[in-house]
């Protein structure tokens, strides 16, 4: 079996010498034996119980506690509740992190495909960046109601093309019309644009918005502040109101 003298236990959990005989005097560190020349060493299981104490400092908690917590009946019950609360911290702050790496790579993609540089652009940026997780998930949601809604135009097709059942086809061009109707309001009522001139966010009227040339992400639309006409970046609008 190994054993280690108070400088090799220290390197091995990365602590100083000191702190090693601090735990020492505290009773919560006690050799497991000495040498024949008063040294003290270590075993295996002395290593262990050094890494749990520099865990549980880490965790900040004092020693007379970390005393009290070693000497219970089940000290490794405790520990283990005490490291998945700080796994479940540490991988709430990775997410976190990677979530402001996540904009700080949009803000930068954002800045180079603008010739100009100015906090109005940062602006800008940092609205749609804001709101992309809820356009992108009513966009999907939309996706989805629109499935019945195919399904039912090609069923209602082929029955016509081969038993010659016309019908279910005006059934399904009653019921798209209604849901075209009722999605396109209720998208227009929840996505902005930002005008790229005076950088106003504004909602346009619906019919507008509807008629207007667009692409994935912006639209042709008239701003309502400065009266420009062009592309405006389609932005989450909030509630509806």
Known sequence: MSRFTTGELAKLCGVTVRTVQYYDSRGILIPS????????????????????????????IPIDAISQILKEEHPEKVISLLIEQQETALLDEIAGKKEKLEKLHELKNGLKSKTTFS???????AVIMEGRKNLKKMRWMMVLTGIPVTALQWFSIILWITKGVWWPFAAWALAAAAWGTVVSRYYFRHVKYICPECHEVFRPTMKEAFWANHTPTTRRLTCTQCGC????VEIWGGDGK
């Open 229 to 232: 006409k062009g592309f405006c």
């Open 33 to 60: 034996e000495l040498s024949e020349g008063g040294r003290r060493l270590y075993s295996e299981d002395d290593l262990k119980r050094l890494k749990v104490i520099c865990f549980l400092r880490e965790l900040d």
């Open 119 to 125: 906090f109005e652009t940062i602006g800008d940026i």
